[in-house]
């Protein structure tokens, strides 16, 4: 099974950007990142489709992040620019053997509705 470790959040000014990092241990998964506020179900941030890397993005967040996938270095990534407060979260990098994730962006979902979840890395955006 597929194992992920999230890296590179932390606290930013409205209007900054971060980028966060994913590296996965299997490259056959469709990947995804999910941000979860405190009492919130995890919501679909962006996604990346196993075979041709077709992305999708949650209207909130479309424009300012952009997702990517670096396969010689076995990581996926989450460009955030132009943070604003509602963006800070714990967020998720996921990954499922399905060969699309597009159906889970956007909505709110229970953890046990894809397959691999990393550990979590926390995003605070301050005014």
């Known amino acids: 099974q597929v194992q992920l470790v999230e890296s590179g959040g932390g606290s930013v000014k409205v209007g900054g950007s971060l980028r966060l990092s994913c590296e996965y241990t299997?490259?056959?998964?469709?990947m995804g990142w999910f941000r979860q506020g405190p009492g919130k179900l995890r919501e679909g941030v962006a996604s990346?489709?196993?075979?041709?890397?077709?992305?999708t993005y949650a209207d909130s967040v479309k424009g300012r992040f952009t997702i990517s996938i670096d396969h010689a270095r076995s990581t996926l990534y989450l460009q955030m620019n132009s943070l604003k407060p509602e963006d800070a979260a714990m967020y998720y990098c996921?990954?499922?053997?399905?060969?699309?994730?597009?159906?889970?962006?956007?909505?709110?979902?229970?953890?046990?509705?894809?397959?691999?979840w990393g550990q979590g890395t926390l995003v605070a955006v301050s005014s």
């Open positions: 996921a990954a499922d053997p399905r060969p699309a994730m597009s159906w889970a962006i956007g909505r709110a979902l229970p953890p046990n509705a894809l397959t691999t």
């Open positions: 299997s490259r056959d998964y469709s």
């Open positions: 990346i489709d196993a075979d041709d890397d077709i992305t």
